[in-house]
């Protein structure tokens, strides 16, 4: 199986992924910011634009209230990005489509995305992407574990997909 690693390497090695989160996350913020959003705000389009939009079920999949997602739903009605009308087939529901703003918006992004792609990820030769794309997969699937196995055996740890996230803040 090769070398193995040292306490050197693996600490190097978690170091680069904790630059490479803050630097990816940044950038999206920054594609979101070149066409007056926030990373959130575009988030919310992106699902509306790609399938039928529930809030509840959006706030529950991000681990996020309710509350702050119509919040967010507000702010993109104001800026006349989404339209909302009552569900045509159950009045207690709404309907939620981008407006011809949102869609530009939402143009603008991929087009602003597929610049970066362009300049960043093409660069890449094919075995590197994948090489890159077999290690992630491999870390997140460890990660996963760990994080399960943590929460098996800590009652109080907290649950969902921030654990991977304060493994990989922990170094772990």
């Not at 634009?49 to 009605?77: D, G, H, T």
Request: proline letters at 3%.
């Amino acid at each position: 199986m090769g070398n193995p690693a040292t306490l050197a390497d693996i600490h190097e090695a978690i170091a680069c992924l904790g630059r490479l989160t803050e630097v990816y996350g940044q950038r999206r913020q920054d594609l979101a910011e070149q066409v007056g959003l926030t990373e959130q705000q575009w988030s919310v389009l992106d699902e509306i634009e790609n399938e039928a939009f529930m809030p509840s079920l959006f706030a529950r999949r991000r681990e996020s209230s309710a509350a702050a997602v119509s919040k967010i739903l507000r702010q993109l009605q104001d800026k006349e990005l989404v339209v909302v009308s009552v569900h045509p087939n159950d009045g207690r529901q709404r309907h939620y489509e981008l407006s011809p703003l949102g869609r530009q918006a939402m143009a603008r992004l991929r087009a602003l995305r597929q610049h970066a792609i362009d300049e960043v990820w093409q660069r890449f030769e094919a075995a590197q992407l994948r090489a890159f794309t077999g290690f992630g997969n491999e870390l997140l699937a460890r990660l996963e574990r760990y994080s399960q196995a943590k929460d098996q055996t800590s009652p109080g740890a907290r649950r969902g997909s921030e654990d991977g996230k304060d493994a990989v803040r922990q170094g772990l």
